[in-house]
T-cell receptor, first 111, second 116 residues
Framework: DAKTTQPPSMDCAEGRAANLPCNHSTISGNEYVYWYRQIHSQGPQYIIHGLKNNETNEMASLIITEDRKSSTLILPHATLRDTAVYYCIVRVVDSWGKLQFGAGTQVVVTP | EAGVTQFPSHSVIEKGQTVTLRCDPISGHDNLYWYRRVMGKEIKFLLHFVKESKQDESGMPNNRFLAERTGGTYSTLKVQPAELEDSGVYFC??????????????FGPGTRLTVL
């Protein structure tokens, strides 16, 4: 699976959009981009995933660049409960195998 | 629908003792995974079951760790004998076997293991 690069931390004001970048320049054509997050003292939580089209669900939006070498997770209206470590993970399509977590981005939402 | 559950939530044992962690996956999920995070490090994969078979155990650190999933339902992870470096949080995750594209893993709350 391709390696990802994320900023170690970022702050966001409550109610504003949080835009979390992720670089995955070595991504292959058969690899998805997944986002998970871990709120303190809880297990990782799935957020969203995509292959090449932009995706949106009730939690977030995922924007993948046309060359697929980077992506952005958007939390449209951040709340204090969105404070967590966010992980961008690249994984082969149709794979039921392991997730490879990196260091992620520590997001702190402030009032 | 109940989520992934893990027991116990916390365990404190002394070096050399044995500890068994249990994971109950979401009903109907054939895929079951174990991960762990040791202090200050990233979350690391340990192993993957498909039903009762070990699909990938490449992340198991050594032979002091034994994972089982008899009957393809719940799983146990035994550490015997425990060492100080085994301290950390052990997560279990499960996923549905027949999702067409993209496999979403659902994680339990974890078991915090402290070896003194």
């Amino acid at each position: 699976d391709a390696k990802t690069t994320q900023p170690p931390s970022m702050d966001c004001a409550e109610g504003r959009a949080a835009n979390l970048p992720c670089n995955h320049s070595t991504i292959s054509g058969n690899e998805y981009v997944y986002w998970y997050r871990q709120i303190h003292s809880q297990g990782p939580q799935y957020i969203i995933h995509g292959l090449k089209n932009n995706e949106t669900n009730e939690m977030a939006s995922l924007i993948i660049t046309e060359d697929r070498k980077s992506s952005t997770l958007i939390l449209p209206h951040a709340t204090l409960r969105d404070t967590a470590v966010y992980y961008c993970i690249v994984r082969v399509v149709d794979s039921w195998g392991k997730l490879q977590f990196g260091a992620g981005t520590q997001v702190v939402v402030t009032p | 629908e109940a989520g992934v559950t893990q027991f116990p939530s916390h365990s404190v044992i002394e070096k050399g003792q044995t500890v068994t962690l249990r994971c109950d996956p979401i009903s109907g999920h054939d895929n079951l995974y174990w991960y762990r995070r040791v202090m200050g490090k990233e979350i690391k994969f340990l192993l993957h079951f498909v039903k009762e078979s070990k699909q990938d155990e490449s992340g198991m650190p050594n032979n002091r760790f034994l994972a089982e999933r008899t009957g393809g339902t719940y799983s146990t992870l035994k550490v015997q004998p425990a060492e100080l470096e085994d301290s950390g949080v052990y997560f279990c995750a499960s996923s549905h076997p027949r999702r067409a594209l993209g496999d979403t893993q659902y994680f339990g709350p974890g078991t915090r293991l402290t070896v003194l």
